[in-house]
């Protein structure tokens, strides 16, 4: 199962789109522009994977682009399950904001969680999230 954020485009890339992407992607212009027309994600993020915390941050930096018009791309959020069946539910940036938030919070749950089995704490009161979760 894989489960992440994409950012997919609109299909007519303009020039000043372009270069506003390539701001978070190493894609040629001519892939950009093959991706957008395919309806293909231009980044994907997976939730939980390697390097979670800053991803996390490079999606909040690219909702808040979007969120003030300078990027032209639409939020994903890409489910595929062990039967290799997949599901996509575009989101708003509002609601991609409040699912990043459930994330951290279910982040911070599993490693209170691991705390406690690891012995580290001995009750869930004396637990201190750290930055990094």
């Given amino acids: 199962m894989k489960d992440s954020f994409q950012f997919k ?10 270069k506003a992407i390539r701001k978070f992607s190493n894609l040629g212009i001519t892939e950009l522009k093959n991706r957008a027309s395919m309806n293909e994600a231009i980044l994907d993020f997976e939730i939980f994977g390697s ?11 690219l909702l808040s682009e ?36 459930e994330i951290r919070r279910i982040a911070v749950e599993q490693d209170m969680l691991a705390q406690l089995e690891a012995g580290h704490i001995s009750e869930p009161a004396q637990y201190e999230p750290d930055e990094d979760v």
Avoid at 71 to 92: A, C, G, H, M
């Fill in 9 to 18: 485009a609109n299909v007519n890339l303009d020039a000043k789109s372009i």
């Fill in 51 to 61: 390097d979670w915390h800053s991803s996390e941050k490079t999606i909040n930096h």
């Fill in 66 to 101: 979007i969120e003030s018009s300078q990027l032209p791309l639409r939020v994903v959020l890409f489910n595929e399950y062990s039967d290799k069946s997949i599901e996509e539910q575009e989101l708003t940036v509002e609601e991609a904001r409040e699912a990043l938030e």
